[in-house]
């Protein structure tokens, strides 16, 4: 997946990730790709799905790559 995620001027990407607080996190402008691989998403069908916003669960991010 792709996407943006929004934090506050002079957050790290890895203070809001680790903050126990939040068990979630919004991401924009999601691109999904080798979607066959996704099967909570259910989107067998498409070899790319947008999303404007979704709704992540921090536990089940494995890795993160800024740009």
Same mark, same amino acid.
């Given at each position: 997946?792709?996407?943006?995620? *929004?934090?506050?001027?002079?957050?790290?990407? +890895?203070?809001?990730?680790?903050?126990? $607080?939040?068990? %979630?996190?919004?991401?924009?402008?999601?691109? %999904?790709?080798?979607?066959?691989?996704? *099967?909570s %998403? $259910?989107?067998?069908?498409?070899? +790319?799905? $947008?999303? $404007?916003?979704? +709704?992540?669960?921090?536990?089940? +991010?494995?890795?993160?790559?800024?740009?």
């Amino acid at each position: 997946m792709v996407g943006n995620l *929004h934090i506050n001027p002079g957050e790290r990407i +890895i203070d809001r990730i680790n903050d126990p $607080k939040e068990i %979630f996190v919004v991401v924009t402008e999601s691109q %999904f790709h080798n979607i066959g691989l996704v *099967h909570s %998403f $259910k989107m067998y069908n498409d070899m +790319i799905k $947008k999303n $404007k916003m979704i +709704i992540l669960n921090k536990s089940s +991010i494995k890795w993160i790559e800024e740009a």
